[in-house]
């Protein structure tokens, strides 16, 4: 069944009504916020690119190739930042929600189908994912102990953030719908560790050609394409997976999630 203009746009305005609602519980905490978005970024950076040179340990032996590890790590702490709000801005609240505060009830009390519901709270971990990758990317340009080497190409900039940023949001819903209450802690365990170690955080994907299965088994990882994709954006001279190979990931994970996500959530409610 075709929906009318004014359907669409009054489920438009409804959405967006919950979204802001989002946004003005998140001004209230803002401190909360920022110290959730800059602690896991901020202290790989301290850690691996200002305390390790500065104790004669840094990574690569020499100061260019620290100052080239400095350089790719800003691309990646940035890509752990937009894919961690996912979880905690959209999954970490949906569990509660879904569980003892049931303030799940009152959200699909509004005059809007439950996709939009759902879609709501995906374009509120977006929102979040963006601000979170602002600040930490701000930050972390200052902290390595070594010069950041960074040449930004903005159309990809403008392209690959939002899309990894939407991408998060559907992560972070698909995630809320599958894991039980009672299960929160396999989230960080099972979910964000591997994602974090195994998603070219600190190495870029093409460097695993060594080890040709791992190289590829890796690619079942969303944060893959998008700190591939922030590398391509952010610098020159550090390889990286090539762009059709990024936006086709980026793009294809966000679908496969959006569905289940939205398929998720609606079982949830209606059970």
């Known amino acids: 069944m075709s929906l009318t203009t004014a359907t669409r746009s ?11 609602r989002d946004i003005r519980v998140l001004i209230s905490r803002w401190v909360m916020f ?4 800059i602690s896991q970024p901020i202290l790989i950076v301290f850690v691996l690119a200002y305390v390790f040179p500065k104790i004669g ?10 100052a080239k590890f400095s350089t790719l ?6 890509g752990i930042s937009i894919i961690t709000q996912g979880i905690q801005a959209v999954a970490l609240p ?19 189908p439950i ?10 971990g977006a929102l979040q994912a963006l601000i979170a990758a602002l600040v930490v990317f701000i930050v972390s340009i200052f902290i390595p102990a070594t010069t950041v080497h960074l040449s930004v190409n903005w159309p990809l900039v403008l392209t690959i953030i939002p ?10 819903l698909a995630i809320g719908t599958i894991v039980p209450p009672t299960q929160v802690a396999f989230i960080f365990a099972i979910i964000l560790l591997p994602m974090t170690f195994l998603g070219a955080v600190y190495y870029p994907w093409t460097s695993l050609g060594t080890i040709p299965w791992l190289k590829w088994a890796v690619l079942i990882n969303p944060l893959i394409y998008i700190n591939e994709g922030l590398r391509a ?6 390889p990286h997976m090539n762009l059709y190979g990024v936006y086709a990931g980026l793009i294809g994970f966000f679908l496969l999630l959006l569905f289940i996500g939205i398929r998720g959530f609606k079982n949830r409610v209606i059970s």
């Open 10 to 20: 009054h489920y438009a305005q409804t959405i967006w009504s919950l979204v802001v």
């Open 34 to 37: 920022l110290v959730r978005v």
């Open 57 to 66: 340990q840094g990574i690569g032996g020499n100061a260019a190739a620290e």
């Open 73 to 78: 790590l800003v691309a990646g702490v940035v």
């Open 94 to 112: 949906l569990v509660q929600e879904f569980s003892f505060t049931r303030e799940i009830e009152d959200r699909v009390l509004a005059p809007v």
């Open 115 to 124: 996709w939009g519901v759902a879609t709501a709270k995906i374009i509120s």
């Open 163 to 172: 899309i990894a940023a939407v991408l998060s949001g559907a992560l972070g």
């Open 233 to 238: 954006a952010l610098t020159t001279g550090i």
